[in-house]
């Protein structure tokens, strides 16, 4: 079993910066791909940016040029820097950790940080 914890989310105005953390834990063989999604109300959560363990990025259009995602492999820790956030950008972020244990591949989310941009 994994355990993630996710930080960093807050309110901030348009324009601003918010840097997202998430960190895995567990007894496991190793970490995969890692990544962020986000739900705003009435919507369904969708796919920010995903980071494999070699480093491979990949972004949701909406965000590109404005989200980094990085990872730190000796930590199990991923970020998210989000630069000109805006409205759009507001909801709940959640981390997503694919992992491998003894009985094969699973999947884990954190519990999700709010993030709310205020126009």
């Known amino acids: 079993q994994v355990q993630v914890v996710e930080s960093g989310g807050g309110l901030v105005q348009a324009g601003g910066s918010l840097n997202l953390s998430c960190a895995a834990s567990?007894?496991?063989?190793?970490?995969?791909?890692m990544g962020w999604h986000r739900q705003a109300p009435g919507k369904q959560r969708e796919l920010v940016a995903l980071i494999s363990v070699d480093g491979e990025t990949k972004y949701t259009a909406s965000v590109k040029d404005r989200f980094t995602i990085s990872r730190d492999n000796r930590k199990n820790t991923i970020f998210l820097q989000m630069n000109s956030l805006k409205p759009e950008d507001s909801g709940v972020y959640y981390c997503h950790v694919k992992a491998t244990g003894v009985y094969g591949d699973f999947d884990s989310w954190g519990q999700g940080t709010q993030v709310t941009v205020s126009s």
């Open positions: 567990g007894n496991i063989l190793s970490y995969n791909d």
